[in-house]
């Protein structure tokens, strides 16, 4: 069994910042890749960055240069900081596990964003 278990959302105001932590646990392999997906209300879950264990990083173009992933191997936890927050930021942030072809889903975290 994997469980994922998130921590970090919240309000913040615009131009803000929040870190978001994943922590994983079960049948973890080193193979494998983290990441953050987010869905604001009324539209489609959507890749925010990835972070594969081989250290290959993507961002969806909307955060690129304001958010952060990275991951700490020790600890198998991946991590979302995300600075200059935008009101569009705001959705249920989740944190997701490929391993093995198979994928693991978090409860999901909220981020709401203030103008």
């Known amino acids: 069994q994997v469980q994922l278990v998130e921590s970090g959302g919240g309000l913040v105001q615009a131009g803000g910042s929040l870190r978001l932590s994943c922590a994983a646990s079960g049948s973890i392999f080193s193979v494998n890749t983290m990441a953050w997906h987010r869905q604001a209300p009324g539209k489609q879950r959507e890749l925010v960055a990835s972070?594969?264990?081989?250290?290959?990083?993507g961002y969806a173009d909307s955060v690129k240069g304001r958010f952060t992933i990275s991951r700490d191997y020790a600890k198998n936890t991946v991590y979302l900081q995300m600075n200059s927050l935008k009101v569009e930021d705001t959705a249920v942030y989740y944190c997701?596990?490929?391993?093995?072809?198979?994928?693991?889903w978090g409860q999901g975290t909220q981020v709401t964003v203030s103008s």
């Open positions: 997701y596990l490929n391993v093995r072809g198979l994928g693991y």
């Open positions: 972070h594969t264990s081989s250290g290959s990083i």
